[in-house]
């Protein structure tokens, strides 16, 4: 309903440039199907509100989006990188080395080799590791998480036994010694 463009077009642009990515973005609007709410939260609104609508609603809207975006004090800082047994995760480059080799990982083989070795020797079960490593809304079977290991071992060659099974639980990170 804006002039010359649609509030969609407007958050796909906000959430596709690094500047305003992280942007809180709550759409107002008169479009009430649920086609149009769900269009909204796919193209990246993180709350959709329907004319008519109540001041003092809205205003805790706001608050609570505020309240979802705001970083602790005493949060942790952010870990730029990882490195263990020989193996570098440089997490802001999105690059994985083995003993100084670069090597090129899925998505998801990056989020399973990030999330045992942020714990070396925490022994993880196929649940949790689809939970953390792939998202809590993935759709896949446990087993799926064998097929990520077993590739991930593979590319990591010779520090393939850095990832050890775990019999009837799953996997861990092996600990330094």
Not at 166 to 171: A, K, N, S, T
Request: charged share 35%; hydrophobic share 35%; with cysteine.
């Amino acid at each position: 309903m804006l002039p010359n463009v649609d509030g969609i077009n407007v958050c796909r642009q906000l959430r596709r440039h690094k500047e305003t990515r992280e942007a809180g973005i709550l759409m107002l609007t008169a479009k009430s199907e649920e086609v149009d709410q769900i269009e909204g939260f796919e193209a990246g609104a993180d709350d959709y509100v329907v004319k008519p609508y109540s001041i003092r609603v809205l205003l805790e809207r706001i608050r609570a989006l505020q309240r979802r975006r705001a970083v602790p004090e005493d949060d942790e800082p952010t870990v730029e990188s990882l490195e263990c047994l020989g193996i570098h995760m440089d997490l802001r480059r999105y690059q994985v080395t083995v003993q100084g080799q670069p090597i090129e990982l899925t998505r998801s083989e990056f989020r399973l080799l990030q999330t045992l070795m942020g714990e070396p020797g925490k022994a993880y079960d196929r649940a949790e590791l689809i939970e953390l490593a792939l998202g809590e809304d993935t759709l896949v079977l446990e087993r799926t998480i064998d097929v990520h290991i077993r590739a991930l071992r593979r590319k990591l060659g010779e520090l393939a036994d850095a990832i050890e099974t775990v019999r009837g639980i799953g996997y861990r990170f092996k600990e330094p010694n």
